[in-house]
């Protein structure tokens, strides 16, 4: 991390030296961060259901926006996002037109200080999803954050492979229901899932994770693999200098 803030200190040295700076968009954000396990957090917590259920280094990851002169620096939001928004927010901010498809929502009334942003359930895809030989069918998890409230819900048994394959550790017992629910603000660790207290939460969250795996899946007909084309010599040169290929 701090050979990362070295980088990046470097970076901004170089664009404020070329007077390039007030005329940058930086954005810094991360597919995931440390995981409790790895802070010697999570050996101190008693065991809990499955896999992933809002792992700190899944749903706590870092975003931060820069741009000197347009957005006020120093503030910090404790509303959940996604790293979906990126997308809508970038377009946004720099006056692009958003593209047929998209997901997440734009940042830009938020960081601008503007009306036009409202909270929205953040949707996290923790588990990947597998494609189960014998049935054919997705296999994983799909989560959402909304408040006060996440929940996490089994998609075609999706921890199979873990207890099929055994490629979980033994303090993680087969989960008791498809559709685990929590208090996020009182059990941040997702310990004790209120699965039985709160069959409302449960009804509520089923419906609409179920609709998002719908979604999701309605939205994938929309992407299929392309033909084999070759590359350019300058994509090819592109390619290598982001370090891609040699």
Known sequence: MAYTDYQ????????????EWENTLLIVGSDHAFSPRTMGVQDSLPPSWGYALFHPRMSRIPLIFVWPGRIEGGQRFGHPVSMIDVLPTVLDLVGLPAPEIVQGQSLAPLLL???????EPVILDEFEFWDDDESGKLSGVLEVV?????????INDGLYWIT???AGPPEWPPRPVPLLV???????????SLHEERPDLVEKYTIFLEAQWAAHQALAQYFTQAETVPLTPEQLEALRSLGYIQ
């Open 113 to 119: 200080g503007v009306d036009g942003w409202e909270p």
């Open 182 to 192: 929590y208090d996020l603000w009182n059990d941040p660790y997702c310990l004790h």
């Open 164 to 166: 099929r394959l055994g």
């Open 8 to 19: 990046i200190g470097r970076l901004v040295d170089r664009l404020k030296a070329e007077g």
């Open 146 to 154: 909304d408040g006060r409230w996440g929940a996490s819900l089994e």
